[in-house]
């Protein structure tokens, strides 16, 4: 009889990352000779659970990646890319890109990656970290001038009165003719080459199955999607499970070296790691 091993397996509980693993939690898709447990924080816990190496496999910001590339490399599968968009900053007042420097604007955590390409884009801006999901309201209350917006709030943001500053993936786009690498899988390289392609090929299947089966992955997610009405559920995956999320392909992976090359150029990282794919 095959040994079955158990393998931690950590991500968001958002309605993209629920699309993505829909299959796996629904055993639709059952790993060859591995078995996951499901573990779901939001993404600054996920790349502090990271630096100190809790799970073998886990979601993570691609600006967190050089401080965890010594013990994780990046899977080809399950990324989070905008092509042409990305987070958003947005401002309680209609203010202008030009107004934003100096202003204090909330991150929604330090290592994420939308506070990274802020610093790119607005090297001038006062930055102060909260919860993602405090990002709006600290906007709307006059905690912060502005506030940067990732996972379901980039699309609901009009519904609370904001405006918006800018798009940071259009930015990037605009600034790199490259799509923005926003979020990456890891697996852990102490589990070796075999368990490291078996928990690969199950999160490729997962992601597929999901595509293949829209409808009913799209169902579970709406379960994550934070009271989000369908059609916005639809939107939001539609945006960051695309063809980048089934395989990086030589743009996303050199899309990811871009972004960390300029973070190491512009000192927000001592070094970018040593950029390795697997899978």
């Known amino acids: 009889m095959q040994e079955i091993i158990p393998l931690t397996l950590a991500h968001s509980p958002d309605s993209d990352d629920a699309f993505m693993f829909w299959a796996l939690a629904s055993r639709r898709v059952i790993p060859d000779g591995i078995d996951f447990r499901h573990v779901l924080a939001d993404i600054q816990t996920l790349n502090n659970a990271a630096i100190e190496g809790l799970y073998d496999v886990s979601a993570i910001s691609v600006h967190a990646y050089p401080y965890v590339a010594a013990n994780y490399i990046l899977l080809n599968m399950g990324a989070s890319v905008g092509d042409g968009y990305g987070p958003r900053v947005v401002a309680r007042e209609n203010i202008s890109q030009s107004e934003l420097n100096g202003r204090v604007v909330g991150i929604p955590g330090g290592l994420t990656t939308a506070a990274l390409v802020l610093k790119l884009a ?3 801006v006062r930055t102060t970290e909260m919860s993602f999901d405090h990002v709006t309201d600290a906007v709307s209350n006059g905690e ?3 506030g940067v917006l990732i996972h379901e709030g980039q699309i609901t943001f009009e519904q609370m009165g904001l405006h918006l500053v800018t798009d940071l993936g259009k ?3 605009d600034t790199t003719g490259l799509p923005l690498p926003l979020g990456a899988n890891v697996v852990r390289k102490s589990l070796g080459e075999d368990i ?5 090929s199950a999160i490729r299947d997962s992601i597929q199955a999901g595509l293949e089966n829209r409808e009913a992955a799209l ?3 709406a ?5 989000l009405k369908a059609e916005e559920v639809d939107k939001f995956v539609g945006m ?3 063809d980048y999320t089934l395989d990086w ?3 996303g992976r050199e899309a990811v070296r871009e972004l960390l090359g300029r973070a190491k150029a512009s000192g927000i990282v001592d070094s970018t790691g040593e950029i390795n794919f697997t899978g």
């Open 144 to 146: 912060v001038d502005a």
């Open 122 to 124: 607005f090297p001038g």
């Open 171 to 173: 930015w990037w786009k």
């Open 240 to 242: 960051y499970v695309n």
């Open 196 to 200: 490291i392609e078996k928990a690969a």
């Open 249 to 251: 392909g030589e743009t």
């Open 219 to 221: 169902r579970y997610a």
């Open 223 to 227: 379960g994550f999607g934070r009271e």
